[in-house]
């Protein structure tokens, strides 16, 4: 049971990195559901959704009245000895982080970002003393392959990360800080591994994985993108939709379901880049694969390289989670979800 | 190589904790070879070891000139600008720490002694420049077993670390840290994961382990001592002088032979605290298991029953190092070294 959770009617639900693209799809989502379980308890209507971020949120999610922007750097909000956007929160989604590619070209970055603002949240949750739901964005990027310690062919749920960059260890430190505080009771942790997220629309980032989504986006849009590994690089791919579903399904599962304090693999197809291309040839045509600059970038390779391709999800298959069907569904899906951003189609 | 490293005839060492009684040991080990290698580079002659404890050394060490003390608070000599206590040592054993049941009772104590400690020493070594050679003390709590997730019958090298208090927690992500600041070059750093460690001379401490180690050494001395788990609770031994062996081949070992910034499972002799007793009755006669008090603690019997009883090394094997014999073996050992603190013995 939620501290005074009997007391209260509405819900209020924090966001870090919450006007970043997953972020705001997080938000929007909730919006439109207008209602949230945590944990297994009863739904509650949800009375405001704090984005907090360097960033100001999308017009769409400002022009919400359930919507707050708590704009600034986090490392600084947490540092700060006014707690009101933390008190009354229900649930808090910890996505804010900064990136593997960021964190490999810069070791302070990503240690400020990642290891020092996840441990300052989970100290202000602690102070705060509401024990709030506290679901936590780790990614696939704890397992790394190395010549010294080859991961098995195919991950599973107990498998033992061992992380190839700083990203990945920073958000491993991260989940074992939510695992004590969450033993501890000082929250409710749970601790999601993402998937390469693949179609991301908009920009790209300084992610080392950023041109999973660019290979499909810009080509779609007519832009050249770049394709900077080898057609046999596997990559274990979740559309935004999924990931979304999976964040939240870790909020919403009792204890019970949830069951233990070891971060969740959540659902990925394994596919290779090279079948990506073949996916984008047939919804977008030769026209779009045309576009793609296939230039080795030895620095890129040597983060995604590292990464595992086949991952096997019992415990989140057991939450209901599934995969992606295919990765042509997910290009359409992205078609479908961004109309303006694409200009080549072939088929429907 | 170390930088610098064929410059120098003679070698520096910080040991952190190094008035405790592992740190001591190690500290006496090393004078009496008077010279060591560092991961598979030439032999050099010690000429100085620097013990950073908040406790002065004991007499037979401060007598040693190459013995210098720095008294003080670790995190609070880290904190200090003057880094001259770090800039000329080719290793660093770090082994101060908080102990289990300590940071079991009080979490703010573990996260700055164990967690901010050690970060902050990683931190320092990184400033300095120098990339010393850095074996971290971790622990077999690394390993916890739950309801909700259940440890394997047997640890494997592989095998993922669920841990189950504050002081495994904390221990495995000075792991984390070690792994990603020696991948980056920052220091060269090993962690070995130390068993229960008994027979300890001296008094007890604060960890949940410490009756492991009074059991024995009380009824030796005449005393009578808690023995607060059943018979059968399963524990991972490993003597002094096998951890101090260890220890000291973390720091030797080439970087081939050493292989992933894995954390190494040292050694450990699979015995119960039934057979320790009747260990004890064979060395010391019934007069001295007479002297178990075998009131249960519950505190101490929930931290002790998550921790894995049966650890295969084949890492720690390859480097050559082994497990006690047998804790016979292990007593007589310690009734030979330690000959004013034992009253009862019954057989040679």
Redesign the interface.
């Known amino acids: 049971m939620l501290v005074g959770e009997g007391d209260k009617t509405t819900m209020q639900i924090v966001i870090t990195g919450g006007a970043g693209f997953l972020g705001a799809r997080l938000a929007r989502t909730l919006l439109k559901r207008g209602e949230l379980s945590l944990a297994g308890a009863p739904l509650r209507a949800i009375s405001r959704i704090t984005l907090v971020d360097r960033a100001a949120p999308p017009a769409d999610l400002a022009a919400d009245p359930r919507i707050s922007a708590a704009l600034g750097d986090l490392n600084e909000q947490l540092a700060s000895p006014d707690a009101s956007l933390w008190t009354g929160a229900d649930a808090i989604f910890h996505l804010a982080a900064a990136v593997s590619g960021e964190c490999e070209a810069d070791?302070d970055l990503g240690m400020r970002s990642n290891f020092a603002a996840t441990h300052a949240l989970l100290e202000k949750a602690r102070t705060v003393g509401t024990r709030p739901l506290l679901v936590f964005a780790s990614s696939l990027a704890v397992f790394g392959d190395?010549p010294?310690?080859p991961l098995p062919p195919v991950i599973e749920d107990?498998?033992?990360?061992?992380?190839?960059t700083?990203y990945g260890?920073q958000k491993?430190?991260g989940e074992?800080?939510m695992?004590?505080y969450t033993?501890?009771g000082f929250v409710r942790g749970r601790s999601v591994r993402l998937m390469t997220v693949s179609v991301r629309p908009g920009r790209p980032n300084g992610a080392a994985s950023g041109f999973f989504s660019g290979m499909i986006r810009e080509p779609l849009a007519g832009i050249r993108a770049a394709c900077p590994v080898p057609d046999e690089t596997p990559v274990a791919i979740a559309s935004p939709a999924r990931t979304v579903e999976g964040i939240l399904r870790a909020a919403q599962a009792s204890d019970a379901e949830w069951?233990?304090?070891?971060a969740l693999n959540l659902p990925s197809l394994s596919t290779t880049v090279g079948e990506m291309a073949a996916a984008l040839e047939r919804v977008a045509g030769k026209a779009a694969t045309d576009l793609l600059d296939r230039t080795p970038d030895p620095a890129i390779q040597r983060i995604v390289k590292t990464w595992p391709g086949r991952i096997e999800t019992v415990r989140a298959n057991r939450l209901g989670l599934s995969a992606d069907a295919s990765f042509e569904a997910v290009i359409r899906d992205y078609v479908r979800e961004n109309p303006d951003a694409v200009k080549l189609v072939i088929a429907a």
Chains 1, 2 share one sequence.
């Not at 069951?259 to 070891?262: E, Y």
């Open positions: 070791f190395s010294e310690q107990h498998t033992l990360p061992t992380p190839q700083s260890i491993f430190i074992q800080l695992a004590d033993r501890k069951g233990p304090r070891t």
